[in-house]
């Protein structure tokens, strides 16, 4: 493992990369859309952590098997339209449909196939097994982390304003999903 930090060292454009893509994967809308399902703190963690294992049992095969991904990424893009659809329900119609973090985040983490992960399975892939899962683990803790960092900041929207953002929230997971599954 050391080596591998000799060698990230020695390319910092690489790990900034893969932090900023990390940072950009946490913001995705159907992830927001996910967590403002969720009761609790403890559920936005199971979703987080779910989510990095998700990806950390798929990124390997994804790269491997590039032939399987297109049905993969239809999952995945299922998964965040029905979140979406879930999300824009309970908002409008009163209701909350608690959704559990630990096998949702396993599944959107393993199905959705989104352009950071791809970059980063590349680089992945390109760097062999030892670095590039350097890049996947970097990859998952700063994506994780800042899931779970937002989902806390979400609890702190005021009441009333809340059903305004979780309306807007899941009109941007539906536009982001359709948007990725017409691309």
């Known amino acids: 493992m050391l080596t591998a930090f000799v060698i990230l060292a020695a390319s910092p454009g690489v790990l900034l990369l893969v932090l900023g893509l990390g940072a950009a994967h946490a913001l995705e809308p159907d992830h927001i859309a996910t967590m403002k399902t969720m009761a609790s703190k403890r559920e936005y963690?199971?979703?987080?952590?779910?989510?990095?294992?998700?990806?950390?049992?798929?990124?390997?095969?994804?790269?491997?098997?590039?032939?399987?991904v297109r049905v993969l990424e239809v999952a995945g893009d299922l998964i965040g339209l029905g979140v979406?659809?879930?999300l824009l329900v309970e908002e409008i119609s009163g209701k909350e449909f608690e959704v559990k973090g630990g096998?949702?985040?396993?599944?959107?983490?393993?199905?959705a196939l989104t352009p950071s992960k791809v970059l980063v399975a590349v680089l992945a892939a390109e760097a062999g097994l030892l670095l590039g899962s350097v890049y996947i683990a970097l990859f998952i803790v700063i994506s994780s982390s800042l899931m779970y960092v937002l989902a806390i900041a979400l609890t702190y929207v005021p009441t009333r304003a809340s059903k305004v953002v979780g309306i807007a929230v899941a009109l941007a997971t539906i536009a982001f999903v359709l948007y990725t599954m017409l691309r």
Do not use: E, T
Request: charged share 5%; proline share 3%; net charge positive.
């Open 103 to 111: 096998g949702m985040g396993v599944a959107q983490g393993a199905l």
């Open 84 to 86: 979406g659809v879930l």
């Open 45 to 68: 963690l199971k979703f987080s952590l779910g989510h990095g294992l998700g990806f950390a049992m798929v990124a390997i095969p994804i790269i491997l098997l590039f032939g399987f």
